[in-house]
Nanobody
Framework: QVQLVESGGGLVQAGGSLRLSCAASGDTFNRYNMGWFRQAPGKEREFVAAIIWSGSTTSYKDSVKGRFTISRDNAKNMVYLQMNRLKPEDTAVYYC????????????????WGQGTQVTVSS
């Protein structure tokens, strides 16, 4: 399995930007499709974005399309989530995860998870 560590969370005003990073170690990084999920207090964990192993295909939750961009650097074993025009409803703990399946939006298919990083958007 791959081990994952997120960073880059913080407090930002509505309309601002943050860039989350996820560092992978252990197994061969480019064997995995990567995803970002988030969980707000009292809510279930939800899919945010995913990118396949080559970086050629991405997928997004509808509410973040046009605002968030997922990318990866296989040479550095890193995956990123650039978040622009942030809204208070984006407030959550954000998790990086790895899967070898094509079911990117289903959290149950992911085999490795990071510890999460808090993103708070003030109005």
């Amino acid at each position: 399995q791959v081990q994952l560590v997120e960073s880059g969370g913080g407090l930002v005003q509505a309309g601002g930007s943050l860039r989350l990073s996820c560092a992978a170690s252990g197994d061969t990084f480019n064997r995995y499709n990567m995803g970002w999920f988030r969980q707000a207090p009292g809510k279930e964990r939800e899919f945010v974005a995913a990118i396949i192993w080559s970086g050629s295909t991405t997928s997004y939750k509808d509410s973040v399309k046009g605002r968030f961009t997922i990318s990866r650097d296989n040479a550095k074993n890193m995956v990123y989530l650039q978040m622009n025009r942030l809204k208070p409803e984006d407030t959550a703990v954000y998790y990086c995860a790895a899967t070898k399946t094509i079911y990117y939006s289903d959290a149950r298919t992911y085999e490795s998870w990071g510890q999460g990083t808090q993103v708070t958007v003030s109005s």
